[in-house]
Nanobody
Framework: QEHLQESGGRSVQAGTSLELSCIVS????????MAWFRQAPGKERQLVAA????????TLAESVRGRFAISRDNAKNTVYLQMNNLELEDTATYFC?????????????????WGQGTQVTVSS
């Protein structure tokens, strides 16, 4: 059973930067497509970013394009989400997710493994 553990969430001011990390306890980390989703209170869980197995393919939600970046280090079993110029609307619980299908997929139903989430709160 894969275990995903997020870290890095905290309260920050708008306009600042934050990096989230997610470490996966699986020796086959390089076989997983990884993603970050977020969910604000009363809203559906939405894709923020996803990255392919070797890190050469990725996708970002339009709302974060140009501000966020996703990356991975297969040697460390870790995926990162670099968030710059944070906005109030970025406030949410951020979840790390993984699937083994091979392609970069964008809906939460496609991801089989999930972390517990880390809270990011952006204030003015």
């Amino acid at each position: 059973q894969e275990h995903l553990q997020e870290s890095g969430g905290r309260s920050v001011q708008a306009g600042t930067s934050l990096e989230l990390s997610c470490i996966v306890s699986d020796n086959d980390f390089s076989l997983y497509v990884m993603a970050w989703f977020r969910q604000a209170p009363g809203k559906e869980r939405q894709l923020v970013a996803a990255i392919g197995r070797d890190g050469t393919s990725s996708t970002l939600a339009e709302s974060v394009r140009g501000r966020f970046a996703i990356s991975r280090d297969n040697a460390k079993n870790t995926v990162y989400l670099q968030m710059n110029n944070l906005e109030l609307e970025d406030t949410a619980t951020y979840f790390c997710a993984a699937h083994e299908a091979g392609r970069v997929l964008t809906t939460s139903l496609d991801y089989h493994y999930w972390g517990q989430g880390t809270q990011v709160t952006v204030s003015s």
